[in-house]
């Protein structure tokens, strides 16, 4: 597809000359002096990252405890600490290890008091996927942010900045103290369905400097950020979650596309870099995920990009890492590659034994195993683990979701959301160019119908009530009709009879496709007469298959605070600031823009 590169490399800076640098390292002499006390087993441990399941490190729920037993053998995440010991556990909310502030921060508590009562005892590095947007661990009553899209609309060094760090200050009050954000992918391709509105943009450059300003966000709130996924998921087709993605650029594309936020990245001091799950031929010929690949994670990103800190797997239950490899020879080959750290394997005792066996069969040099147990030991002391591993019961109260803190999201919201189309409406309502912004006095009674996208969080939402209550606190009767991502003929004629009788329509989209029953709705709609005013809840690339809407907006997100702030830009209470950081191609020839990176009204 011609727009994806030939009008994006034309836009990338040379940022090749970037500073590039690694986390300072702090005194060596603990970090060493522990690793020298390690046995084997310790080693090997340390080098791992586990689910567990439940909200307790020691009295999880009787289900919790049964999926423990059925995943590792053990019931409790302290047994599973004792019996392999982690040296990391990641947070998922389907594991049911996010419930509440307190509840999250006890856990954390419990799983370091297991861990450092076992003999040579550690503590432990606890870790999440708390993007914000659409990838988002913590719900509420914590703070959440917009996407990164949402971010890249906005174009804020500052704002990504104070994410990082509120983000980040929040995080570090539950005891997670490594966050898997921010995404440092270029978002080429629009039909991709892994990364997308988890991206910054298309353009190499800004991505690259929000990137570089989250990591700084992150860094002062003393938690690990870790830029993902090198050498670079932006231009799939493929999920790596469920297939195997093949990456075509060029070592020169590569350079122009990709590189920029990875070097960012490096130079702002990020602690970890996390690998992704797809082939690059231009890279490494072998047909190896980058992964397990020597020449990416050795050649490439420690010997040419200097990097030095901590490598991390993406997941490695996910097929694109183990199409050509078995769970046994996935996690020895990894460190093989380079890779510190073995995130999230489907059978722990089939990896932990793997790794065990490869070093005393002498397949995996220990001095291999060494190097990337001593940086995960020089993070946990940069993070202060070793000295203060443990909550502050008042601090998890006072932190999160402190009101400055989502004031600030608030704000923030505000000047991501972008106005697409804003064309007059078909009842002659016409403000200066367009229907928006929306009067009460003019268009007293709205219908807000479509899609209601389950909570990244568990949450927030639904999407139509959401818009709907933020509508009405701007002085607007509301009528609230769920229709779903694909709504039958059915619904879609009662929303068109539910339509008669009011001023104007908004309807929440959702990956509008050609053909979609979206869109058809849409369309009946705006038959009837009524401004339709479209709220693109996630890709913004919806406007494309929406010519007959009155005016669109996009959020990159479905989450509270950025309907919240669509519905104070179409009340006019604050005007529209953000920026397509993507360019929407034409839904009838995709190989032309419709709309730029930079558009947006104001």
Known sequence: MPSRRTVLTATAGVTAALAVGSPAHADERRPRELLSRMT???????????????????????????????????????????????????????AHNTRAPQQIADLSDGLQRASLGQPRGLPVLISTDQEHGAVCRVGRPATLFPGAMAIGAGGSRDDARTLGRIAGTELRA???????????????????????????????????ALVAAEVEGYRAARVAATAKHFPGHGDTTVDSHTGF??????????????????????????????????VVPSLDASGDPATLSRPIITGLLREELGYDGVVVTDALDMAGVHTKYGDDRVPVLALKAGVDQLLNPPRLDVAWNAV?????????????????????????????????????PAGVDRTVGAPEHLAAADLLAERTTTLLVNERGADGAKDEGGVLPLSPRSHPALLVVGADPASPT?????????????????????????????????????????????????????????GSAQGTLVERLAATGRPVIAVAVRNPYDVAHLPSVTACLATYCWTDVELRAAARVIAGTVRPQGKLPAPVQRADDPARVLYPIGHGLT
């Open 40 to 94: 084997l087993e310790d080693k090997v441990g340390q080098v791992f990252v586990s689910r567990v399941h439940g909200h307790s490190a020691t009295a999880p729920d009787p289900a919790d405890a049964d999926a423990n037993l059925a995943d590792f053998g053990v019931r409790t995440g302290a047994e599973l600490l004792a019996r392999y010991r982690l040296g990391g556990v990641i947070y998922f909310a389907w």
């Open 174 to 208: 539950m005891g997670i103290r490594q966050n898997y954000s921010p995404v440092a992918d270029v978002n080429v391709n629009p039909a991709n369905p892994v990364i997308g509105v988890r991206s910054f943009g298309a353009g190499p450059d800004a991505v690259a």
């Open 245 to 278: 993605p093949v990456i075509t650029h060029t070592r020169q594309e590569w350079e122009a596309l990709d590189a920029a936020p990875f070097r960012a990245a490096i130079a702002a001091g990020v602690d970890s870099l996390m690998t992704a799950h797809i």
């Open 356 to 392: 065990l066996k490869a070093v005393r069969d002498g397949e995996l040099a220990e001095k291999r195993l060494d190097e990337a147990v001593l940086r995960i030991l020089r993070l946990k002391e940069r993070l202060g683990l070793f000295d203060d591993p443990y909550t502050a």
């Open 458 to 514: 568990g949450t927030t939402g639904p999407p139509t009530g959401v818009l709907a209550a933020a509508l009405a606190a701007q002085g607007f009767r509301t009528t609230t009709l769920p229709t779903g991502t694909a709504p039958s003929a059915e619904t879609i004629a009662q929303a068109v009879a539910a339509a008669e009788g009011v001023s104007a329509v908004v309807v929440a989209t959702y990956n509008v496709t050609a």
